[in-house]
């Protein structure tokens, strides 16, 4: 990152987050391609950490649906058990995938421009058939998921690892071909987002807790709090705009991002000029 970049890049790049991390394009893909082709840069715990800013908006947006489930829960209803124990199914595989291979999938996979943007236009390619089959949906309301649809939608989820997957997309695609309507399945995806990035959060600023400075610090604050506000607006109109408009638009955004980026990275070579 040049110096007379300042506090601009963490400001660009916490936008960024917030804006792609709920829809199904992959906010992961979007950060990393902006580095590679852009030099918008800063260290990998960078962003992970940020990510905590646009999950906290779904905490912000979903307060009140939050509370009454954690009252209902601690006062014995079954929905709300039901509910926890889907959340839980839903993240597991990811948990267990993303821990175990976590120094390969930052490692390896990040650094391929080439393969995040394959997987991103793959992806738009599936998103985009799935929302346009004729599927009838059996599940319209997240809190009355079955345990066996909370099970595969994780296991869709633990795909989303390998970055320009999408978390949200590989959910949304999983949700709906297996019964879920295109709202529920939006809708769920926040949900399952706060222990999975929660914990991402933790875990990796446990592990990089050696590599933060003042400096660094001060670069994620920014991009967590820009994050938050950008993850707010979206949280807020999303499941409207799924409802009106389904998921074709994210789709064809995947496609024309990572088509533009491969041809780049066949023009360029790997490794673009300075």
Not at 50 to 68: D, P
Not at 87 to 102: D, E, K, N, Q, S
Not at 163 to 187: C, D, N, W
Not at 205 to 212: G, V
Request: hydrophobic fraction near 60%.
């Amino acid at each position: 990152m040049n110096a007379d970049q300042g506090l601009f890049v963490p400001l660009v790049l916490g936008i960024l987050e917030g804006l792609t991390e709920f829809l199904p394009v992959s906010s992961t893909g979007h950060l990393l391609l902006a580095d590679h082709f852009f030099g918008l840069s800063q260290p990998k715990t960078f962003i992970v950490l940020i990510q905590l800013g646009a999950i906290l908006a779904v905490v912000t947006v979903y307060f009140a649906k939050l509370g009454l489930l954690i009252r209902d829960a601690l006062t014995g209803k079954a929905y709300a058990w039901q509910f926890a124990l889907a959340v839980v199914l839903a993240c597991l595989p990811a948990v267990v995938a993303g821990v175990l291979l976590r120094d390969f999938i930052q490692g390896d996979l990040w650094e391929s421009a080439t393969l995040i943007c394959a997987t991103l236009l793959v992806g738009g390619i599936v998103l985009l058939f799935v929302d346009r089959m004729k599927l009838e949906p059996k599940y319209d309301d997240i809190y009355r998921f079955p345990w066996q649809l909370a099970l595969i939608i994780g296991l869709f989820q633990m795909v989303s690892l390998v970055p320009g997957v999408s978390r949200s997309g590989s959910t949304v695609v999983g949700g709906m071909l297996f019964g879920a309507s295109k709202r529920a399945a939006a809708e769920f995806t926040f949900f399952i987002a706060l222990p999975i990035m929660v914990g991402a959060f933790g875990y990796d600023l446990y592990k990089s807790r050696d590599l933060i400075d003042g400096s660094i610090a001060l670069n994620v604050a920014i991009g967590f709090a820009a994050a938050f506000v950008a993850g707010a607006l979206v949280v807020r109109y999303l499941l409207n705009f799924v409802s009106r408009y389904g998921f074709a638009p994210f789709a064809w955004w995947r496609i024309l991002v990572g088509s533009a980026g491969l041809i780049a990275i066949f023009a360029f070579g790997p490794t673009l000029p300075a």
